[in-house]
């Protein structure tokens, strides 16, 4: 109860905020009761959304557009508000000036707010208002092919260049375009590689919002060496609550069978290996394991048999199972592909130069390439999206890895 009071107060003052702004910008009636009807009935909008939502259900179309319309509207007030914020903290010590320096009763204490500053404010938050809208038309089906050459001394020879695609957290469920998923099937095809390696979240919850994509992720075409999968946290329907413990079993087994409707072999803490030319290239697959997640992932059962330096290629949806356990596992794990952050769908990156997003604060592998005394992992930014209905800087992944024999070029 006082998490909810501190909530709806934090929310009041951003929107005590944002109508100052507003008002001082324009002091016109009619705008004011406009701007004020507007804002309620948003605010009534998005208050309706959250009580519709089904925990039994989970994501849905409506609870999508909630936390969209919220983050579009909210994020931008947000910013109006810091820098009003901080005007008040200057109008403040104005008015303390003015009582001790130059007192002057005939001159109101607290200086009032000046226009230029709201303007500015207004000004800033136009910028994420505009992206957050965009990311959400557009930004959510922007797929990038990201290539990177990995470099390994003891990778087997036969297996110089061999190329691999990854993709990661589809998460079906939450799709509205046919035409756009197609064209990613297509851009998917289009790599050509020898190998494809889905990292988990084939679905947000329920096994049937992968029914109506089956036949468009079966276009993927067959790869020389197979096309193999692991388990996303989200995979395992454990975000809602279940009639019974039956059903969420028959969810999950339905959600393993997925995997192979769409040809794919599912690695359930096992691996297989790749042969070319007398020489052998292993894939591991664990289930989820993931700090704060579910642990479910056995790496020991799954190397098990395997040579501790033998030639190993991990997919592990959690990062955070990298950071923990891989990359000081005794078995020598090459290299590590996962996902799940998303990168939060959210950032601002310039490939090769820049990259933030809030994510980071929370996971250190986040987006792109990491290594740790030769050992490498790969997190991709995801293929599909999740409980915010677009992505603005960091957009949907299509990865494809060269893999070279030798030491990285200086």
Same mark, same amino acid.
């Given at each position: 109860?006082?998490?909810?009071?501190?909530? =709806?107060?934090?929310?009041?003052?951003?929107?005590?905020?944002?109508?100052?702004?507003?008002?001082?910008?324009?002091?016109?009636?009619? !705008?004011?009761?406009?701007?004020?009807?507007?804002?309620?009935?948003?605010?009534?909008?998005? !208050?309706?959304?959250?009580?519709?939502?089904?925990?039994?259900?989970?994501?849905?179309?409506?609870? =999508?557009?909630?936390?969209?319309?919220?983050?579009?509207?909210?994020?931008?007030?947000? =910013?109006?508000?810091?820098? =009003? !914020?901080?005007?008040?903290?200057?109008?403040?010590?104005?008015?303390?000036?003015?009582?001790?320096?130059?007192?002057?009763?005939?001159?109101?204490?607290?200086?009032?707010?000046?226009?230029?500053? $709201?303007?500015?404010?207004?000004?800033?938050?136009?910028?994420?208002?505009?992206?957050?809208?965009?990311?959400?038309?557009?930004?959510?089906?922007?797929?990038?092919?990201?290539?990177?050459?990995?470099?390994?001394?003891?990778?087997?020879?036969?297996?110089?260049?061999?190329?691999?695609?990854?993709?990661?957290?589809?998460?079906?469920?939450?799709?509205?375009?046919?035409?756009?998923?197609?064209?990613?099937?297509?851009?998917?095809?289009?790599?050509?590689?020898?190998?494809?390696?889905?990292?988990?979240?084939?679905?947000?919850?329920?096994?049937?919002?992968? +029914?109506?994509?089956?036949?468009?992720?079966?276009?993927?075409?067959?790869?020389?060496?197979?096309?193999?999968?692991?388990?996303?946290? +989200?995979?395992?329907?454990?975000?809602?609550?279940?009639?019974?413990?039956?059903?969420?079993?028959?969810?999950?087994?339905?959600?393993?069978?997925?995997?192979?409707?769409?040809? !794919?072999?599912?690695?359930?803490?096992?691996?297989?290996?790749?042969?070319?030319?007398?020489?052998?290239? +292993?894939?591991?697959?664990?289930?989820?394991?993931?700090?704060?997640?579910?642990?479910?992932?056995?790496?020991?059962?799954?190397? $098990?048999?395997?040579?501790?330096?033998?030639?190993?290629?991990?997919?592990?949806?959690?990062?955070?199972?990298?950071?923990?356990?891989?990359?000081?596992?005794?078995?020598?794990?090459?290299?590590?592909? $996962?996902?799940?952050?998303?990168?939060?769908?959210?950032?601002?990156?310039?490939?090769?130069?820049?990259?933030?997003?809030?994510?980071?604060?929370?996971?250190?592998?986040?987006?792109?390439?990491?290594?740790?005394?030769?050992?490498?992992?790969?997190?991709?930014?995801?293929?599909?999206?999740?409980?915010?209905?677009?992505?603005?800087?960091?957009?949907?992944?299509?990865?494809?890895?060269?893999?070279?024999?030798?030491?990285?070029?200086?």
């Amino acid at each position: 109860m006082v998490r909810w009071i501190i909530l =709806l107060l934090i929310f009041g003052l951003i929107e005590l905020y944002a109508f100052q702004a507003f008002k001082t910008v324009n002091k016109d009636k009619g !705008f004011i009761i406009s701007y004020l009807v507007i804002s309620i009935a948003i605010v009534g909008i998005i !208050f309706y959304g959250f009580t519709q939502f089904d925990r039994s259900v989970g994501q849905n179309r409506m609870s =999508l557009f909630t936390l969209g319309l919220m983050l579009v509207i909210y994020v931008p007030k947000m =910013l109006i508000g810091l820098v =009003l !914020f901080g005007e008040d903290l200057f109008r403040v010590f104005c008015a303390i000036s003015r009582y001790f320096v130059d007192y002057d009763s005939n001159t109101p204490a607290l200086p009032e707010r000046r226009k230029f500053i $709201s303007q500015i404010a207004l000004g800033l938050a136009a910028i994420p208002f505009a992206s957050l809208i965009y990311g959400i038309f557009e930004g959510k089906y922007n797929y990038k092919v990201i290539t990177t050459k990995l470099h390994f001394p003891d990778l087997p020879a036969a297996f110089d260049g061999l190329k691999i695609t990854q993709i990661s957290d589809v998460h079906s469920g939450s799709f509205d375009n046919p035409e756009k998923i197609e064209y990613a099937i297509d851009l998917i095809n289009q790599q050509e590689t020898d190998l494809i390696l889905f990292t988990g979240d084939i679905v947000n919850t329920h096994a049937t919002e992968m +029914h109506p994509w089956i036949d468009t992720f079966k276009k993927i075409k067959p790869h020389r060496f197979g096309k193999f999968a692991v388990l996303g946290n +989200h995979d395992y329907g454990e975000y809602v609550s279940w009639p019974s413990q039956q059903e969420k079993e028959k969810n999950f087994s339905d959600i393993k069978k997925l995997y192979g409707d769409i040809d !794919f072999k599912l690695l359930l803490n096992e691996h297989t290996s790749i042969n070319k030319d007398g020489e052998a290239l +292993h894939i591991v697959g664990v289930e989820n394991w993931g700090k704060n997640f579910k642990q479910a992932g056995d790496l020991g059962k799954a190397v $098990s048999g395997l040579d501790r330096d033998a030639f190993k290629i991990l997919m592990s949806h959690d990062p955070s199972h990298w950071e923990y356990e891989v990359k000081t596992h005794p078995s020598n794990v090459h290299l590590t592909l $996962s996902g799940h952050t998303h990168g939060l769908q959210f950032g601002i990156e310039i490939p090769g130069f820049f990259k933030w997003s809030p994510v980071q604060y929370v996971y250190k592998q986040w987006a792109g390439l990491y290594e740790h005394e030769n050992r490498k992992i790969y997190v991709n930014r995801g293929f599909g999206f999740h409980a915010y209905p677009g992505r603005v800087g960091i957009w949907p992944e299509i990865s494809v890895f060269e893999l070279k024999k030798g030491e990285k070029p200086a």
